[in-house]
């Protein structure tokens, strides 16, 4: 404010500019970000013992997003405790890419907790590694893997990440 007064006294002709930026920041602001739309782009079926791109692109109101963050986390199917947390990095165009190896033939799920511009959303998707022996492979606890308490146990970095999931559940059952 010191600094908009010192200007204003000491260059008037400058005026008219900054006034004009205030009134534009001004008006962006009351705008409520849109859930993001998140499509995993990693295979449904992939070999073990390779190196596999877990990937999504983020959308939001028909637009890339660049600035989201995205974790992956990868668990074998039954076993969310023992789930994986991968950082995304963006690659370009809104896609973010982490990379991983399946060491063992089994039916695997990932989700991609998104966050752009304060807004969540994790879509969910299984992954068939190899070809697991289907009468030995774990079901998937949907209970355990659902609760809310978890994630926000497993990504909840700062203090923000809380309300937002709170919305978890409800942005989820919307997209389906
Ligand atoms: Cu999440």
Redesign the pocket.
């Known amino acids: 404010m010191k600094k908009w007064l010192l200007a204003l006294v000491a260059v008037p002709a400058l005026l008219v500019g900054c006034g004009d930026k205030k009134e534009s920041a001004d008006l962006k602001e009351p705008e409520m970000p849109q859930i993001p739309e998140v499509e995993i782009l990693t295979p449904k079926e992939v070999a073990i013992n390779e190196t596999i791109e877990l990937a999504a692109h983020v959308e939001q109101g028909g637009e890339n997003v660049d600035d989201a963050i995205v974790?992956f986390e990868v668990w074998e199917s039954g076993k969310r405790d023992e789930s994986k947390m991968m950082d995304g990095k963006l690659e370009k165009d809104g896609v973010y890419k982490a990379t991983t190896t399946f060491d063992h033939d089994g039916v695997y799920y990932m989700?991609a907790?998104?966050t752009a511009n304060g807004v969540?959303n994790?879509p969910k998707q299984q992954i068939t590694a190899g070809k697991p022996d289907m009468t030995k492979v774990l079901p998937e606890d949907e209970k355990a893997s659902n609760s809310m308490d978890d994630?926000m146990m497993n990504?909840g970095n700062d203090t923000s990440d809380d309300a937002e999931?709170g919305d978890?559940e409800k942005n989820e059952e919307n997209h389906h």
């Open positions: 974790q989700f907790h998104t969540h994790m994630n990504h999931h978890h």
